[in-house]
């Protein structure tokens, strides 16, 4: 199957977008999207959360755009509009808006600064949060100017590549659509990405015992060796896959949900607490914030000595990349362990760690 099996239309119209287009990987969708910006607004920055995916901000570098990242709330883990409103300047080319585990971003409370910010772009990331909904019971990701949308074997719709979405106060899709040029590299290789994933942790875990570590010029003479992860020509393969994820995606977000429940019930420790979904929500991983960084690295240390899955997702990116000080993304970096919700998950490694849990 190709991109031409997938039915975009339908998948626009189920966010209220205008138009939707296939990319080879999410973060080529943003990186196309940006240079788009770039060539039409010459260059400027580009806000996101200080805590999410390295890949959204090496996709605003590779396009020669400076990524400014906005602090988080502590209860969500998400950026609010104060926080955005902050760094919004006349150089601001977008504003990247991250679902992050699935937490509801509450997309809807930007829309004051959106509407004050009319030459300023709006994109939603719901690569963690598809198939959720709002307080008000709309899907995420129907609130901006531009929808993202990534698929792989560990998101929550399986297959690969992304797909962008374009609503009202959106570009004509071909002047993005002709971004990447066809001789480039075509899908990377799956080992890239982990190579990617595994440089940042083991920088971040360099970093937080090494005072000396120079952790931005570090990661920065590694990011040539990413640019064919994020800049790559192609659209989705795996079609049937991302098709079936659609299809079975109200199946899978209720799964998803009723096992991040029962973390949320089970963890009781005073020195231990779930950071909070709405019902209705999508969870691609469940948030544990921790009261000690020594808590969370030891509980951390244990789950997966007794086989269990966990990790430490995100590391703040204003310390690996450079920005101003981000002290509430920075304390939460810390101190968070998520924890596995796939529907495979059997029930008795749910009990297991939060046993654990309780016990740290």
Not at 146 to 170: H, M, N, V
Not at 312 to 321: A, G, Q
Request: hydrophobic letters at 45%; proline letters at 5%; glycine letters at 6%.
């Amino acid at each position: 199957m190709n991109d031409s099996d997938l039915d975009l239309r339908t998948i626009a119209d189920r966010l209220s977008m205008k138009a939707a287009l296939p990319f080879a990987r999410g973060s080529s969708a943003l990186f196309a999207l940006f240079q788009a910006f770039a060539n039409r607004h010459g260059t400027g920055e580009v806000i996101l959360p200080a805590l999410c995916c390295e890949s959204v901000a090496l996709a605003a570098m590779y396009a020669g755009l400076k990524p400014r990242f906005a602090d988080v709330c502590g209860d969500t883990l998400c950026m609010t509009p104060e926080t955005v409103g902050q760094l919004v300047n006349d150089s601001t080319r977008a504003v990247v808006i991250v679902h992050l585990f699935g937490v509801d971003a509450n997309a809807a409370a930007f829309r004051e600064l959106r509407r004050a910010n009319p030459t300023v772009a709006f994109v939603e990331d719901i690569a963690h949060a598809v198939g959720g909904r709002t307080l008000c019971g709309k899907l995420l990701g129907s609130e901006m100017d531009y929808t993202l949308l990534s698929f792989a074997e560990s998101k929550i719709i399986a297959g690969d590549g992304g797909i962008l979405l374009f609503g009202e106060r959106a570009l004509d899709p071909d002047d993005v659509r002709s971004i990447i040029p066809a001789s480039a590299p075509t899908k990377p290789p799956v080992v890239l990405a982990m190579n990617l994933r595994n440089v940042v942790h083991s920088l971040a875990d360099l970093w937080r015992t090494s005072n000396d570590l120079e952790l931005v010029t570090a990661f920065e003479s590694l990011t040539p060796y990413f640019r064919d992860l994020i800049i790559c020509s192609g659209g989705i393969s795996d079609t049937e896959a991302v098709s079936d994820g659609f299809e079975n995606l109200e199946d899978v977000r209720m799964i998803r949900y009723a096992n991040y429940s029962l973390y949320r019930a089970g963890v009781q420790a005073t020195h231990a607490k779930v950071v909070p979904l709405r019902e209705g929500s999508t969870c691609w991983r469940c948030p544990v914030l921790f009261s000690t960084p020594q808590r969370a690295r030891d509980t951390t240390t244990k789950l997966r000595s007794a086989g269990l899955h966990a990790s430490n997702h995100y590391f703040p990116l204003n310390l690996l990349i450079g920005g101003e000080p981000k002290p509430i993304a920075e304390d939460s970096s810390s101190r968070i362990v998520n924890l596995w919700v796939e529907p495979r998950l059997p029930r008795n490694e749910i009990d297991a760690a939060i046993a654990i849990i309780n016990r740290s």
